[in-house]
């Protein structure tokens, strides 16, 4: 039955804890059965499955699809006029459905003769009963009323897979099947009929172009004819006659006109410019240096003369005078070949301006030739305006002819065997398997042992930590509240309850200095205590609902007490659990102390931070921790709740007082405890034997024992 106490003292709160991985690996073992078996059916079914279970092939084909069209089966110019066309994932997925649909399925289904197949057509077998009650409730619609392709349709889905090879373009097709040829034939097939089909399309759409282009192409001519003929017709009545190049007659005189115009005031500006500057040149006596006067024949013989005058008229200076007839004469002759130089220049004057009045006249007549010319070509321009017009539409129509003869031309090409290749190529073809795809026997039977082998355990795992776990036997942390009075409830013991708390232990004892000699000790009882006697008296006292408290209390120090209480705790823990708990008198704490009892009963630490497990048995222990006794002896409410916890839990709790004699732990532990076990090798009237006795049994002891070497135990009576 539970039990609970009520105190007053600071509140403490019970925290829940999760199972270890420790108590899950326990449960599993103590539950094996439960993990075995099944994973041995599971092994011994899933081995007579792939045994028994017809065998199944696959056939694999597989297509690239790819723009076929090459440099010479590609329309002329189309290659610059317009790029190829990109196959995306998109493409991709539309050709996987392009491959299963029902006629090309239909198709192989006729080809490969699965109409009459056992494997494939359910007239063969027939219905079994749960077909035909669906049958007749509705629920499902009778195969055997469908056509034979249609009725084979389903089943032939159902072994057929295609689908894209990853990001590429590359389309796999499976066919399965019981036989091997018939899986290798059926993926062939469909790749067979899937490119026939892409070659018949094409074929369809070259045909309908050429039937198409060719019933306008007639048309198309004499259109062009009529066009050509207005246009010819248009230009002879209007007089719009081509002349060189593609410009009209008048076009051209308007053209040659303008460059007469602009020749001849070029050629009177230059007559003038030069008669202009010969008059300037004369006036300056410089005619000669003008090269038009200097190139005069004339002038340049007069030069001459005048030269060779100057040259004589210098030589007869030397011995006459100026007035002598001859050089009279000399000087006369001299200006008389000047004047006759400036009548030539003027006379070149008077030939260049009459040039520039020539000029100047045919200047005038052009201009007016040209303004003629000038009304007459635009009176033409009208006329131009509308033949364009009507070249524009013969050029139109003569354009159009031609693209559709060039058109019609490639398309009666390529309605012809191999004339548009498709845009798919077969990469890979099936070859008859040898081995099934199905069943996979070793990955089967692997699968489905390991599966059943990690659902049971799994299950087991899942049910020990979904169990409720009480609080107590975990850890006490004290609230932040005021003291209150509280009531603490503790299972029964040996409940299933605080049994995961075990497995939160360690492997190796933490121990504070106080309390590693014991731990120095071998893992066998003392031989010089007769622990079997002393075990027999002990268990004599058995209390209800609850574990044994023991107290072991020395009197000669701490050797006593010490050999005793580990020798009693190493006997008791080899059928049952026990814990052992030291309480040294030492009045100083190591500084390599763990926390103990005395940090558990302040409410310093937790059970699973001060329990922990012996080294070489299954021994617990608790060490005496931090705090100085004084924690135990002021608040006895909290060693109350500590001692009930680990009674709840354990078989034995045994407490250890170790060091010199101490009445206030003797009676604080005596009090609690259900037998008192006093070593000592003292004589048995020995005043402080006699006085820890009966200070034992004052306290409330139900049983008070003294252990001795050698000894039998000593009981009261004793």
Known sequence: MPQAFASTIPSYQAQPSEASVADVGRAVLRHWRWVVIPTLAAFVLALLFVT???????????L????????????????????????????????????????????????????????????????????????????????????????VLDKFYDNLLVYPVGKSRIVAIEFRSKDADLAARGANTIADLYLGRQDDAKKDQARSASTWLGSNVDALRSRVAEAEAKVEAFRSNTGLLVGAGTTTISAQQLSELSTQLAQARSQRSDSQAKAKLIREAIREGRAFEIPDVANNELIRRLLEQRINLRTQLALEQRTLLPQHPRIKELNAQVQDLESQIRLAAERTVRTLENDAR???????????????????????????????????????????????????????????????????????????????????KLPIVGLATFAMLMLTVGSIMARELLATRPAGAVSLLPYESEPAQTVYPFPARGSREFDFDLGHLGRGPILDGRARAAHAEPTEPDPRYDFGQLVERVSRHDPEGRGRRLLVAGLSGREDALLVSRGLAITLSRGQRVILLDIDTDEETPVDAVPGLTDLVAGEASFSEVIQRDSGSSLHRVATGTLLNEALTSSPEGLDVALQAFESTYDW???????????????????????????????????????SYETAKAAGAAQVIVAREHATVLDEAA
């Open 653 to 691: 709790v045994i407490c250890a007082v170790l060091g010199n004699s101490d009445e206030a732990l003797l009676r604080l532990f005596a009090s609690r405890a259900d037998t008192v076990v006093l070593a000592s090798n003292l004589e048995p009237a020995n005043p402080d034997l006699v006085h």
């Open 358 to 440: 020539i000029a100047g006249t045919r200047v005038e007549s052009i201009e007016t030739a040209i303004e003629q010319q000038k009304k007459i070509v635009s009176e033409a321009n009208e006329n131009e305006v509308k033949l364009r017009a009507l070249e524009r539409e013969a050029r139109a129509q003569r354009e159009q002819l031609e693209s559709y003869l060039g058109r019609f031309r490639e398309a009666s090409a390529r309605d012809t065997d191999y004339g548009a290749p498709p845009d798919a190529r077969v990469v890979s073809r099936a070859v008859t398997p040898q081995i099934p795809s199905f069943p996979k």
């Open 64 to 151: 690239l699809l790819q723009a076929s069209d090459t440099y010479f089966t590609r329309p002329a110019g189309s290659e610059r006029v317009e790029q190829q066309p990109l196959i995306d994932e998109q493409a991709v997925a539309s050709q996987v459905q392009v491959v299963m649909s029902r006629d090309l399925a239909r198709e192989a289904i006729r080809q490969l003769g699965l109409v009459g197949n056992a494997e494939f057509d359910p007239e063969v077998s027939g219905l079994n009963l749960f077909q035909r009650l669906a049958v007749m409730l509705g629920v499902a619609k009778d195969p055997l009323a469908h056509a034979p392709e249609e009725r």
């Open 52 to 62: 028994l279970v017809s065998p199944r092939y696959t056939g694999e084909s597989k």
